[in-house]
């Protein structure tokens, strides 16, 4: 049996938030919060031209009602519901993408403040993932 390859990616902070946030948002949509896809709304068109504040808002009504419509089409869900990332129902990929996401925000948390603190970033990290061990995320020194 071969080992599996492993790779090293060297990012900044700024980087290592990003990397969180697009992880968390996979795995979001992996258990289909597909709602947690209007984290990303913009309410600026294409070209830069700001929206009024009501036509912002209708466009964004619109693009959820869109958005839980496809999720009851997709899943049967209705649209405050969906998979927990233990369930059976949920591919090993988004529980890889949620663990990593949770582990970089952990390790960020205690490089913001090494004594601890409270909330979630400062809980430790379990892996949920079947298939796949914890990734590693350490500070570069």
Same mark, same amino acid.
């Given at each position: 049996? %071969?080992?599996?390859? /492993?790779?090293?990616? %060297?990012?900044?902070?700024?980087?290592?938030?990003?990397? =969180? !946030?697009?992880?968390?948002?996979?795995?979001?949509?992996?258990?289909?919060?597909?709602?947690?896809?209007?984290?990303?709304?913009?309410?600026?068109?294409?070209?830069? #031209? /700001?929206? =009024?504040?009501?036509?912002?808002?209708?466009?964004?009504?619109?693009?959820?009602?869109?958005?839980? /419509?496809?999720?009851? !089409?997709?899943?049967?869900?209705?649209?405050?519901?969906?998979?927990?990332?233990?369930?059976?129902? &949920?591919?090993?990929?988004?529980?890889? =993408?949620?663990?990593?996401?949770?582990?970089?925000?952990?390790?960020?948390?205690?490089?913001? =403040?090494?004594?601890?603190?409270?909330?979630?970033?400062?809980? #430790? &990290?379990?892996? %949920?993932?079947?298939? /796949?061990?914890?990734?590693?995320?350490?500070?570069?020194?």
């Amino acid at each position: 049996m %071969t080992e599996e390859r /492993q790779y090293t990616l %060297t990012v900044n902070e700024a980087q290592a938030r990003v990397l =969180s !946030e697009a992880l968390s948002l996979y795995a979001r949509v992996g258990i289909a919060q597909f709602e947690e896809l209007l984290s990303v709304y913009d309410s600026r068109r294409a070209d830069n #031209e /700001q929206l =009024s504040p009501e036509v912002a808002t209708q466009k964004y009504h619109k693009a959820r009602e869109h958005l839980e /419509q496809a999720k009851l !089409e997709l899943t049967g869900y209705s649209p405050n519901a969906s998979h927990g990332i233990h369930s059976e129902n &949920v591919r090993d990929k988004y529980r890889v =993408s949620y663990d990593m996401h949770r582990l970089i925000r952990h390790r960020m948390a205690f490089d913001r =403040s090494p004594g601890g603190g409270h909330g979630v970033d400062f809980h #430790e &990290v379990s892996c %949920t993932s079947t298939e /796949q061990p914890l990734a590693r995320f350490e500070e570069k020194r």
